[in-house]
């Protein structure tokens, strides 16, 4: 007889807790540095380009406004950083002490102009 054991956690874990994990990479469009990672949400995972560039609120009015979504970067000295999901009553609780960043939009004046 085999004694029970608890299951081993698989490859497929692994990968789920790697993609979680935020990472700086430069956008591979725009080449301009980037945050990405997928939220910790298991509903609805999301993969996520951010801006490193915190924001403060009005900045993040600005982002909502030009139609780019804002996020919450938490975690600590001991803590893994995630990006989570930062919806309008996680907004207006106020208790939200998190790094604000904003969706990345490539912007155009990244793109060499040609003019001749
Ligand atoms: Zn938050
Ligand atoms: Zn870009």
Do not use: F
């Not at 935020?22 to 380009?49: F, K, S, Y």
């Amino acid at each position: 007889m085999t004694a029970p054991r608890w299951p081993k956690p698989t490859a497929a874990d692994h990968a789920q807790a790697s993609a979680e994990q935020v990472r700086e990479q430069p956008c591979p469009r725009c080449g301009a540095p980037t945050l990405t990672a997928r939220t910790p949400d298991r509903v609805c995972a999301v993969d996520v380009r951010a801006n490193p560039t915190p924001l403060d609120p009005t900045a993040e009015i600005l982002a909502r406004l030009a139609g780019r979504l804002t996020w919450c970067l938490t975690g600590g000295a001991n803590i893994p950083a995630r990006i989570r999901w930062r919806d309008r009553w996680h907004i207006a609780a106020g208790a939200c002490t998190h790094t604000v960043i904003a969706d990345h939009h490539c912007q155009p004046h990244y793109v060499q102009e040609s003019l001749g």
